[in-house]
Nanobody
Framework: QEQVVESGGGLVQAGGSLRLSCAAP????????MAWYRQLPGAQREVVAAINGIGGTIYAESVKGRFTISRDSAENTLYLQMNSLNPEDTGVYYC?????????WGQGTQVTVSS
């Protein structure tokens, strides 16, 4: 399995913004619905948002109106714009195909939101 590489995480104050990126190799990206997942402390990994090949999106209730998922199929890159961050968004963020993880999981990117 090919592996994705996530980046863009960091430490931000509550109310701030971050933009995450995910580089995904091969043609699988262009034909797949892609998703951002996150693992909050002490919790299982969960879907944050997903986007299909024609731009259709879904979001977890907890991030609706604050996060925006997008993709650049020419660059094989998935993005997650995160605004109005709060401490409950702190965790490790991953990308992969939705819902089966057809890529090997990357290291993820840590997002820490301070109050």
């Amino acid at each position: 399995q090919e592996q994705v590489v996530e980046s863009g995480g960091g430490l931000v104050q509550a109310g701030g913004s971050l933009r995450l990126s995910c580089a995904a190799p091969g043609s699988l990206f262009r034909i797949s619905t892609m998703a951002w997942y996150r693992q909050l402390p002490g919790a299982q990994r969960e879907v944050v948002a997903a986007i299909n090949g024609i731009g259709g999106t879904i979001y977890a209730e907890s991030v609706k109106g604050r996060f925006t998922i997008s993709r650049d199929s020419a660059e094989n890159t998935l993005y997650l714009q995160m605004n109005s961050l709060n401490p409950e968004d702190t965790g490790v963020y991953y990308c992969n195909t939705y819902t089966k993880s057809l890529y090997s999981w990357g290291q993820g990117t840590q997002v820490t939101v301070s109050s």
